[in-house]
T-cell receptor
Framework: KAGVTQTPRYLIKTRGQQVTLSCSPI?????VSWYQQTPGQGLQFLFE???????NKGNFPGRFSGRQFSNSRSEMNVSTLELGDSALYLC?????????????FGQGTRLTVV | DAKTTQPPSMDCAEGRAANLPCNHS???????VYWYRQIHSQGPQYIIH???NNETNEMASLIITEDRKSSTLILPHATLRDTAVYYC???????????FGKGTRLHILP
């Protein structure tokens, strides 16, 4: 089956703009999580959605938001971009509450804020 | 989630077994030990997980000590393609949130 698909793969935005990233999970997976990866902070959890509801949230400001649609596809939005938001944004999908809830990650969207 | 501690980097000769240690002394009884790896510029990849017993799959073996305070990931015959950052994570199966540490950067030497 197809893996986790993230679009776009690369993005360049200007400080102050907003951006929307998309994630299509593996078919049948209902849980989608988002992560930010930077050289300084490593991989940090942003939030997790299950059945269109945010179930977990990391320690990021309110400029970072997300949503999940009825087909489990998810989007994350970052408003008022700052230079420090430049990062690789990864999404992962999983089948929640199964005996082996390994997460499958997409290739990520590399966001550069200039 | 329990915190894990890993060495920042390790070297291993190609063809030899790579043994990556992880300490998780505060792990709770219902937390599993998961291992992921991230090859440069790619998303993390699941390797293996376990609760108490040793586990083996086509990629690796996981050895968990009897007191569950530490574990070792074993790549039996390391190849250059195993060069990656390896993350050891302790989490409950019912919690889909993964808290990554800094991991171990494994260098496979030709």
């Amino acid at each position: 089956k197809a893996g986790v698909t993230q679009t776009p793969r690369y993005l360049i935005k200007t400080r102050g703009q907003q951006v929307t990233l998309s994630c299509s999970p593996i078919s049948g997976h209902r849980s989608v999580s988002w992560y930010q990866q930077t050289p300084g902070q490593g991989l940090q959890f942003l939030f997790e959605y299950f059945s269109e509801t945010q179930r977990n949230k990391g320690n990021f400001p309110g400029r970072f938001s997300g949503r999940q649609f009825s087909n489990s596809r998810s989007e994350m939005n970052v408003s008022t971009l700052e230079l420090g938001d430049s990062a690789l944004y990864l999404c992962a999908s999983s089948e929640p509450f199964s005996s082996g809830t390994e997460a499958f990650f997409g290739q990520g969207t590399r966001l550069t804020v200039v | 989630d329990a915190k894990t501690t890993q060495p920042p980097s390790m070297d291993c000769a190609e063809g030899r077994a790579a043994n990556l240690p992880c300490n998780h002394s505060t792990i709770s009884g219902n937390e599993y030990v998961y291992w992921y790896r991230q090859i440069h510029s790619q998303g993390p990849q699941y390797i293996i997980h376990g609760l108490k017993n040793n586990e083996t799959n086509e990629m690796a073996s996981l050895i968990i000590t009897e007191d569950r305070k530490s574990s070792t990931l074993i790549l039996p015959h390391a190849t250059l393609r195993d060069t990656a950052v390896y993350y050891c994570i302790a989490k409950m199966n019912r919690d889909d949130k993964i808290i990554f540490g800094k991991g171990t950067r494994l260098h496979i030497l030709p």
